[in-house]
Nanobody, 123 residues
Framework: QVQLVESGGGLVQAGDSLRLSCVASGRTFSRHGMAWFRQAAGKEREFVSS????????TYADSLKGRFTISRDNSKNTVYLQVNSLKPEDTAVYYC????????????????WGQGTQVTVSS
């Protein structure tokens, strides 16, 4: 069992940057591919980015390339999402997820999910 806890969200202004963190419990973190998703109010959850078990391969949603950067530190059981030049449309709950697939993508199965961290961007 893997437990995921996100942090780093908050209320920011358009143009600001944030770094979201997701800390995983357990000893299997380095075996999991990891991803970030987000869900805005009234909308479906959407894929943001994923990283392979080593961090050597990353995938991004086409519409979000350029402003989002995923990374991981296996020594800290942590995956990060750096978001730059935030826009009001980035307002959402951001979730991290863990997959037993070592190099997952947007359609992979994610077995474990965090509770999410709210990001609100004011204009």
């Amino acid at each position: 069992q893997v437990q995921l806890v996100e942090s780093g969200g908050g209320l920011v202004q358009a143009g600001d940057s944030l770094r979201l963190s997701c800390v995983a419990s357990g000893r299997t973190f380095s075996r999991h591919g990891m991803a970030w998703f987000r869900q805005a109010a009234g909308k479906e959850r959407e894929f943001v980015s994923s990283t392979s078990w080593s961090g050597g391969r990353t995938t991004y949603a086409d519409s979000l390339k350029g402003r989002f950067t995923i990374s991981r530190d296996n020594s800290k059981n942590t995956v990060y999402l750096q978001v730059n030049s935030l826009k009001p449309e980035d307002t959402a709950v951001y979730y991290c997820a863990a997959s037993w697939i070592t190099d997952p993508g947007p359609r992979s199965i994610y077995a474990y999910w965090g509770q999410g961290t709210q990001v609100t961007v004011s204009s």
